[in-house]
């Protein structure tokens, strides 16, 4: 099924000047209706509370404020418009620590360069097509981070509320 991305809007968070141009175009060749870009986290906040986008796309490495930076103040601050929006977090690092904070922050999904166009047209698709319950606990607002089910998992409840055969299944 091909995706109409027409009427969706992106905010690119990118300090690379060539890079942003790269993922804009990209959005541009799969019909992306409203593309906005920023060139770190401090400037692509002010941009997100302007428009309100409905996905972020952001790197990891930017200065004064990186994508991590970004994607707290998203989640956090009272002033975002949207404390839910998508957030594809962009990184040259793959390693399972960086992944693991990437999550912690709120990132709804990791993107590692090298990606192609499809890459993201798939992480876009995927934010749209399966959105992802958020969590709102002591220390930690964003998407729900279990991801894997485990039928053999046998330790204590993991949300307020949770059977033991509902832990099983979405932990």
Not at 70 to 75: A, F, M, Q
Not at 121 to 128: L, S, Y
Request: glycine letters at 6%; charged letters at 25%.
């Amino acid at each position: 099924m091909a995706f109409k991305f027409d009427k969706l809007s992106v905010l690119i968070a990118e300090d690379t000047l060539p890079m942003q141009k790269l993922m804009a175009s990209v959005l541009e060749s799969l019909g992306v209706g409203y593309i906005y870009t920023a060139s770190d986290g401090t400037r692509a906040f002010e941009q997100f509370q302007r428009f309100n986008t409905d996905i972020i796309i952001a790197d990891w490495h930017m200065t004064p404020a990186s994508g991590i930076d970004l994607t707290r103040e998203i989640r956090t601050n009272t002033l975002s418009p949207n404390r839910m929006a998508p957030i594809i977090l962009v990184t040259g690092y793959s390693a399972l620590a960086r992944v693991a904070e990437a999550r912690d922050a709120g990132v709804t999904e990791f993107l590692v360069k090298p990606f192609s166009a499809n890459d993201i047209a798939k992480r876009i698709a995927h934010v749209i097509n399966k959105p992802r319950d958020f969590i709102d606990c002591t220390g930690y607002f964003g998407p729900d981070r279990r991801r894997r089910v485990m039928p053999d998992f046998k330790g204590p409840y993991r949300r307020f509320g949770e059977t033991q055969q509902n832990a099983s299944k979405s932990a």
